[in-house]
């Protein structure tokens, strides 16, 4: 059973919402082939309260046994005290929880209480500069955690969920209520210090991580499956810029470090994007570092790229070394486009490219597209198993020209290129999407009715469309990465 | 930074006023604002010179009960010049300012004049007071 417009507007609860829909909708005067601006403005709107919404209904034909919560985390709030961030990253942190069995599902929204946001809302205004946005009277705190809006990533992990930011602290929430717990700190002298928005897993089960001080300075953490720091070593690099993931293997934790480096002369008088220049002359920078010893065992340079994510990496015969790569050819998407969308405006199409690095340990490494769709972006596997010979999912954007945003569902080999596509209905917008066992979880938003949307794929049925959805009478703003927590049954 | 942390820690060393200080002229008050508990002391440092602040040499401290809202710090007789002051809140009672990995501190601090801190220990001229004759008064928001 394949959800069309019409399946998603045919629940209940849509069907009682349909006075919610823009009155030129409803008349179908709109051309199905753009997102008129009111509509896509409400799309990066926060509802003005938090939602605690039970007795969804679950379409389609969910699994017999599979009871499990999606948290998603991304940027809400982009409005406050009358100022509107500039960019889409600005927003303070908002867990979106699906939580879906068979019997039915519910949704839960909450901010997350940091030292940001309460001191923030108590002020009415904003107080401390943004990612992309200097607000008037904005100062800088005395650390980065008092700028820290934990709005990249929502990880349930050691009997709590984290939500993560680049530059500072985790914070730990409670994983049923969502309140907000406070800042972790994993040990003595392990305060404050930056844990990034991308952890990931490895066969051992340990989870490892990183952090940019944005002085040249690399934090490199390891914490053990229950949940206590095990090891954390700053490596002194001397990479001041953008880096967003990393990516895991048997041995080593890889770098791509791409040239969007920091001016630090700019970065006392701008927004910090602001003081990120695109120096395609220093290219792409490559950091492998040995995980039993923590030191740097291998450097080199490729050409530039952008890079915000990284997807599978192993290590082959012969000691090379090969990753999964998201490239773009600069950093537009993120000085420019991911700015545009809070203008209400389409962001261009993206040039992004899902490539393949093969790295030996002699001699040069290269980067070379895998497959030949451009427009991708969020890849997400199978983690902590053996990795290479997995499969991929991840999203391409705007194949239809309909939504401006990503809209099409792909599953990657890198080996042997796409498997299957799904093509979301028109003016659907889809958030990343990400395999759970047999199956592949994601959410998005149907710009047309104005409601979000939760489906479920079987993992080898991709291309027939979603086995099972809910559907939720408001539109969350879009948000980025999400996990799952599997429930006992 | 490391050096920042370093050098208030040196600074805190001394806790006690220094005998031989020359000519009585004038006192200092300082006020520490936004003590978040009353746990540990309020370890407050004074340094006559550029020089001394550089090297983090304190000329004169004082370490204070922690209360939570307000603290006031009194150096009286002080010499007229100009002094640096840094303040912070040792918590947990080991008479150090607290730091990550990273260098960064860990516990409540401030500077003389509320100084900016961004990456770095502010300069002297920020972070100093001029003392001439007259009672001269400060604030000091930790942070």
Redesign the interface.
């Known amino acids: 059973m394949t959800p069309t417009r019409r399946s998603f507007l045919a629940g209940s609860a849509a069907a009682t919402l349909g006075a919610m829909l823009p009155a030129s909708l409803m008349a179908g005067t709109v051309s199905p082939a753009t997102i008129p601006p009111e509509e896509w403005r409400s799309i990066w709107a926060t509802p003005a309260d938090e939602l605690d919404l039970d007795g969804l209904a679950v379409r389609g034909r969910w699994p017999a046994g599979l009871s499990l919560t999606l948290y998603r985390n991304g940027p809400a709030l982009h409005t406050l005290g009358g100022y509107r961030y500039r960019h889409w990253f600005d927003g303070d942190g908002m867990i979106r929880a699906w939580t879906v069995g068979q019997r039915g599902a519910s949704v839960r929204t909450r901010m997350i209480r940091t030292a940001k946001l309460t001191a923030e809302r108590a002020a009415g205004r904003r107080l401390v500069p943004a990612f992309g946005s200097l607000p008037p009277g904005a100062e800088p705190g005395a650390t980065a955690d008092a700028q820290n809006p934990a709005n990249i990533n929502a990880l349930p992990f050691g009997g709590s969920l984290l939500a993560l930011w680049e530059a500072g602290s985790a914070y730990r929430l409670d994983q049923d209520t969502l309140e907000t717990k406070g800042p972790v700190v994993w040990g003595k002298e392990l305060a404050n210090l930056p844990f990034s928005g991308h952890p990931h897993f490895d066969a051992s089960g340990s989870l490892w991580n990183f952090g940019l001080d944005y002085t040249g300075r690399l934090v490199v953490w390891e914490i053990g499956a229950d949940g206590a720091a095990r090891r954390c070593k700053v490596l002194d690099i001397g990479y001041a810029g953008l880096m967003h993931d990393f990516a895991v293997t048997d041995r080593y934790l890889l770098f791509v470090m791409p040239p969007l480096l920091i001016d630090h002369q700019k970065s006392r008088r701008v927004a910090f994007l602001d003081a990120l220049d695109w120096r395609p002359d220093a290219g792409l920078r490559l950091v492998l570092v040995d995980k039993a010893e923590l030191s740097v065992v291998r450097q080199t340079v490729l050409p530039a790229r952008f890079v915000f994510h990284l997807g599978q990496a192993w290590e082959g015969a012969g000691g090379t070394l090969f990753c999964d790569v998201v490239t773009f050819p600069n950093a537009d998407i993120v000085k420019r486009d991911l700015a545009t969308v809070m203008d209400a405006k389409l962001p261009g199409h993206p040039r992004s490219r899902f490539e393949r690095l093969a790295w030996p340990p002699a001699g040069p490494a290269r980067l070379e597209p895998s497959i030949d769709n451009a427009g991708v972006e969020f890849p997400r596997w199978a983690e902590g198993g053996t990795a290479g010979s997995g499969r991929s999912v991840l999203m391409q954007s705007d194949t239809k020209r309909s939504a401006g945003w990503f809209d099409t569902l792909l599953s990657v080999d890198s080996e042997h290129g796409v498997l299957q596509r799904w093509a979301a209905p028109d003016r659907v917008l889809l958030e990343e999407h990400l395999p759970v066992g047999r199956h592949v979880i994601g959410t998005g938003v149907d710009a047309a009715s104005g409601h979000s949307f939760l489906h479920l794929f079987d993992a080898e049925g991709i291309a027939d469309g979603p086995v099972a959805w809910v559907e939720l009478p408001v539109a969350l703003p879009l948000g980025l990465h999400a996990n799952v927590r599997i429930h006992p049954t | 930074m490391s050096a920042f942390s370093r050098t208030l820690i040196l600074g805190a060393a001394a806790l006690t006023l220094l005998a031989g200080v020359p000519a009585l002229a004038a006192d200092v008050e300082i006020t520490i604002r936004n003590v978040q508990s009353a746990d540990g002391r309020i370890m407050v440092a004074l340094y006559a010179d550029e020089a001394a602040y550089a090297a983090a040499r304190q000329t004169m401290g004082s370490m204070l009960p922690a209360r939570t809202g307000e603290v006031r710090a009194v150096f009286a007789g002080l010499p007229d010049g100009r002094y640096g002051i840094a303040v912070f809140h040792d918590i947990d009672g080991d008479e150090k300012l607290?730091?990550?990995?990273?260098g960064?501190?860990?516990e409540p601090?401030g500077f003389g004049n509320d100084a900016?801190?961004?990456?770095s220990r502010p300069s002297f001229d920020a972070a100093a007071i001029a003392v001439s004759g007259a009672s001269t008064r400060t604030i000091v928001t930790l942070?």
């Open positions: 607290g730091a990550n990995l990273l960064y501190p860990t601090f900016e801190v961004r990456f942070k």
